[in-house]
């Protein structure tokens, strides 16, 4: 091989070591927000790790709060018992099961996508013409929706796990202060154009309903979480 050859093998050999290492990277960058919070749920399920809510004026100190989920410090630490405190007690969702913690944002047009997908990037939306907790309807919420599957790291994953949640599980959401109680009843997946739940939000049936893109970074289906209220 003479000195020409060896340039060039070089040149080539940099392109296509430049180019694995750029595909490497966009795979991580895309899915890794939904692979961290997929690996942190195992965790938890394989060390018995328990969830609970902290009240609004909760001071434990063996707590989460500063991430949506619970950090991979939290769940190496051998607490079997941990605390999830809320973003903002003027409007926000906790889910034990899966560890997540999320700042809710009101009012937001599902009719416009440059609206709610800037709101998708910061935490979970609450729909605009759904109900509020404590009133009869629906209190509609969606996260982790995006237009194109290259872009799903873009938007906070706090809803990648919905579909671990099984019947009997809890939701809480805190509004205006308060915290309400939600049991998960039941999870069924749809075509994205369907938009009944969303239509029907004003009935006399309280409710939580939560969306998500399924499968996750797609917009194929929509997947739901319907929940009532907890019977003290």
């Known amino acids: 091989m003479n000195r020409s050859e060896m340039v060039r093998f070089l040149i080539i050999k940099s392109i296509g070591n430049f180019l694995l290492l750029f595909s490497i990277y966009g795979v991580i960058a895309t899915f890794g927000p939904a692979l961290s919070y997929e690996l942190a749920f195992h965790i938890t399920q394989a060390q018995g790790i328990h969830y609970s809510v902290a009240e609004a004026t909760s001071s434990s100190t063996n707590t989460v709060s500063s991430q949506p989920s619970p950090s991979f410090a939290s769940l190496l630490s051998g607490q ?4 999830i405190i809320a973003k903002d007690t003027d409007f926000s969702i906790v ?15 599902t009719a416009n996508q440059d609206e709610f997908l800037n709101i998708l990037q910061k935490g979970v939306a609450h729909a605009k013409g759904s109900v509020f907790p404590g009133f009869a309807g629906t209190v509609y919420l969606f996260a982790h929706s995006t237009d194109n599957w290259w872009n799903v790291g873009r938007y906070n994953a706090v809803f990648y796990l919905l579909k671990d949640l099984v019947p009997s599980d809890q939701i809480v959401i805190f509004f205006e202060g308060r915290r309400y109680n939600y049991i998960v009843e039941k999870t069924i997946i749809t075509d994205p154009t369907d938009t009944s739940l969303l239509q029907n939000s004003h009935s006399s049936v309280q409710q939580v309903v939560l969306q998500t893109c399924w499968p996750p970074g797609t917009t194929w289906k929509r997947l739901f979480v319907i929940a009532k209220p907890k019977v003290n």
Not at 80 to 83: A, C, G, I, R, Y
Not at 99 to 105: E, F, H
């Open 95 to 109: 889910i034990p099961r899966i560890g997540a913690s999320a700042k809710i944002y009101p009012n937001v047009d």
């Open 80 to 83: 079997k018992d941990q605390v």
